[in-house]
């Protein structure tokens, strides 16, 4: 991509209305631009590291056996009432009526309409264990938006809805997310933690919140320090292993994390005081298994192998992907902007061209930039005919990991310079070791 033709608004001035560091970061990037309150646009640039977030969530989704469909944000209001739910929800609910008067609202959360996709056709407990998710768009009518996408009324979710016979199985199946879970925020740079938590408005017996430390965080966390070294589980874990998959869920509960709405002071007590983290947390990922909650209303049944009809046993399994490009923010940056881990970086490589007009310069970059993009890689090329200081810190704010830069004094000695940009390390080289160095 090149710069001169791209559409990146960055900001000069840091944007009063930002309260936290990623907030910050996204308005000046160009990343993202308020529609109306907590509503977003994602320009281009963030548009790229949303995307990339969720081809991991979704290549880790699909590899414990979630089957991808996509689900509509406007619901009727039906399904709603069938669980008790259209009444209970409250005033994050945004209802709506169409022109012939029915009732309808934007959905905040699926489990009632995956729920009748459900019963329309599973008939037999040989269909099941089923998980189906999509990433969709969800409307809650916040109370207090803030942080940019960190707390939205416009959100994208990851929500994925398990469908067992058994309580067993509905813990095995609750097992496969926990571990996909682990493995997704670790591909995205993050160490997120699971926590006993509430089981909230969608009700339910058993919880994990995920939650990554951060000191802008909005809950209040406490756990053993020992999980930010905790072993994550390797991809070639066998998600149909029940015993596999139980250990690595014991492991991982093995000591004390809790939310606030879950802290228990004795037990907190009990862990060694050299031990105890007591922190501020992002809650990026939620994991519920609620048993028969919506089964039972909404007549969700399968025959058993006993040849009698059973309501299923559900979970459901969510996933913030707008709010967890903010965190990975939160968790990565310097004072000169963004540093992006390499798997959801924008562009993997940004070719800054200091002198723009200068024959040697831009040969030079046109080359690297040519061999890079055949290479397959992301590239940015800047071409514009900015100052070269101005470059330098447009790049460093928007985080590409690695720059490489062409100025005319190094490029009459056939050569460039390869900066990294999370330790700042610059190393002078050939034009062709610094293509060598990317081309696998
Ligand atoms: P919170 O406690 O932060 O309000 P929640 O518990 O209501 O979130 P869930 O229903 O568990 O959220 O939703 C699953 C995931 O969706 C959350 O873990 C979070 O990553 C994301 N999410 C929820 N609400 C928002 C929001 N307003 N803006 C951005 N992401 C959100
Ligand atoms: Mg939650």
């Known amino acids: 991509m090149r710069l001169s033709r791209y ?32 509503i977003y646009s994602w320009l281009p640039l963030g548009k790229r590291v949303l995307d990339k977030v969720n081809a991991i969530i979704r290549d880790e989704q699909n590899r414990a056996g979630a089957i991808e469909l996509s689900m509509p944000t406007l619901q009727s209001a039906e399904l709603w009432q069938e669980s008790g739910r259209y009444d209970a ?17 934007y959905g905040p959360t699926n489990e ?19 998980n189906l998710y999509h990433i969709q768009l969800k409307f809650r009518d916040e109370i207090r938006p803030r942080f940019g996408t960190m707390r939205s009324r416009e959100f994208m979710m990851k929500d994925a809805y398990s469908f067992d016979l058994t309580r067993e199985g509905a813990e095995h199946s609750y097992n496969k997310m926990f571990a996909a879970y682990l493995r997704t925020f670790d591909r995205l740079g993050l160490r997120a933690i ?45 998600f149909d292993s029940v015993e596999g998959l139980q250990a690595i869920f014991d492991k991982w509960t093995s000591l004390y994390a809790a939310t606030s709405e879950m802290h ?15 922190a501020r947390g992002i809650e990026v990922g939620h994991i519920f298994y609620f048993g028969t909650k919506y089964s039972e209303p909404m007549g969700a049944k399968v025959q ?40 959801v970086a924008p562009f993997d490589i940004v070719v800054i ?8 310069c831009d040969d030079t970059c046109e080359l690297i930039y040519a061999a890079l993009t055949k290479a397959g890689k992301d590239v940015l090329y800047d071409d514009t005919d900015d100052r070269a200081g101005t470059k330098f810190a ?15 004094r190094a490029v009459a000695n056939g050569e460039v310079e390869v900066k990294d940009r999370k330790t700042g390390a610059r190393e002078t080289m050939t034009i062709e070791a610094a293509i060598n160095r990317f081309v696998a």
Not at 26 to 38: D, H, N
Not at 316 to 342: K, M, Q
Not at 394 to 408: E, H, K, S
């Open 304 to 343: 058993g192998p006993d040849g009698k009809e059973h309501f299923v046993h559900m979970g459901s399994y969510g996933i913030g992907p707008t709010r967890l490009v903010p965190a990975i923010i939160e968790a990565s940056h310097d004072d000169n902007g963004i540093i992006w881990p390499a798997s």
């Open 112 to 130: 009632e309409m995956v729920t009748d996709i459900f019963r329309s056709s599973v008939k037999s407990y040989k269909d099941l264990p089923l």
């Open 353 to 360: 061209n200091m002198k723009a007009g200068d024959q040697a």
């Open 194 to 238: 699971p926590m006993r938590a509430d089981t909230g408005p969608i009700g339910g017996k058993l919880s994990h919140e995920f939650i990554i430390l951060a000191d802008t965080g909005e809950s209040e966390v406490f756990c053993h320090k020992d999980f930010v070294d905790f072993d994550i589980p390797g991809a070639h874990t066998d």
């Open 7 to 38: 559409f990146m608004p960055i900001l000069k001035e840091n944007p009063k209305e930002a309260e936290i560091v990623s907030h910050r970061l996204m308005l000046r990037a160009g990343m993202i631009r308020q529609q109306s309150q907590g």
């Open 394 to 408: 447009t790049a460093d704010l928007i985080g590409v990991p690695v720059q490489v830069i062409a100025g005319p």
């Open 89 to 105: 929800y409250g005033k994050e609910m945004l209802r709506i009526k169409d022109r012939q008067d029915r009732p309808m609202l």
């Open 264 to 278: 228990d002071e004795a037990a907190f007590n009990a862990v060694p005081e050299g031990d105890r983290l007591s």
